[in-house]
């Protein structure tokens, strides 16, 4: 799908039909034949625009004689509240913006509704660092909400360790091993879009670049802080359910002991001999059970003063 915004300097903001000089255009899930097509308007080659279509592309800076491509990756999640990252693709040319996802992703639909102050569409490099921006930002956001579901299973692991929770804490500790990932590959190419030249940049420009870098490093901190924290909680309740498991097997253990005496002493009396002691008593039976349970309540009388019972 692909949508034409273009703004003026009055800040008059609307969809256009065909691409204009200062116009951004923004492309969601492209096929083969729109891809053609904007290669067709912007000059850039087919396999460039591909790239961001890529679910394993790498962020990566590649600047050519006509634009220039920048790959990003940006937090995303389904609809099971899996937290994965998928690239963005932003190409620069000399008139356009153009970005390319497989989502619509929220980050982008700010610009789209007008969330976004002081956007311009033919303002390319600052539209470039303030998506840049609201990317470090949605991956701050992300992270909270990770830190949230993660407290909040914790809290059910404390009343009930289940299988479940474990393997939710695994998935968020895997949505956060992606965004590290992601966030330090990102690091990069904000390294060296600060450092370039060959993209014009403003002072104030420069300044937003350098608020991104600061953010993407936060989020970059938080996601090792978290994940830290996850390790930890993930260990401990694995060693307390592995204690409770080991408590219970104890006790089995115990009570086994404890009612083996009576079994054992029944089937002496079940053998066929005459002169079992009380064979001939009115009370045998009584006293022959009343002895075997002397026996195991010393028994687990005795267990008990030791901690084992």
Known sequence: MITIYRS?????????????EG??????????????????????????????????????????????????DIPSHDDEDHYETIPLGIYLTKKLIITICLQD??????FSK??????????????????LYRNATSYLRY???????????????????KNSELLELMQLEKSLVYFTTSLRSNE???????????????????????DVIIENK?????????????????????????????????????????????TIISGFYGMNFDNIPFAHEPLGFVITMGISFLISGGVAFALYKKKLL
Do not use: H
Request: proline share 3%.
């Open 105 to 110: 992703s929220s980050i982008l639909r700010a």
């Open 114 to 131: 007008q969330r976004v102050k002081e956007f311009y569409t033919f303002k390319r490099t600052r539209f470039l660092f303030q998506i």
């Open 188 to 210: 990069v190419v904000l390294e060296r879009l600060l450092r370039t030249d060959k993209i014009k940049k403003y002072p104030d420009d420069e300044d937003l670049l350098e």
């Open 218 to 262: 936060q989020a970059i901190e938080m996601a090792n802080i978290y994940s830290g924290i996850l390790n930890g909680v993930m260990g401990t309740f694995a060693s307390v359910i592995s204690n409770n498991q080991n408590v219970v097997m104890k006790i089995l253990a115990t009570m086994t002991i404890v009612l083996s005496i009576p």
């Open 23 to 72: 116009c951004w255009i923004n492309v969601v899930r492209p096929s083969g034949e729109e891809l053609e097509e904007i290669s067709a308007v912007t000059e850039i080659v087919v396999d460039d625009l591909k790239a961001p279509l890529d679910v394993e592309e790498r962020s990566r800076l590649e600047i050519e004689n006509d634009y220039s491509m920048i790959l990003v």
């Open 143 to 161: 992270l909270r909400i990770i830190d949230r579901k993660s407290d909040k299973i914790e809290e059910k692991l404390q009343l009930s360790q």
């Open 8 to 20: 003026d300097e009055e800040g008059n903001f609307d969809e256009v039909k065909t691409p204009e």
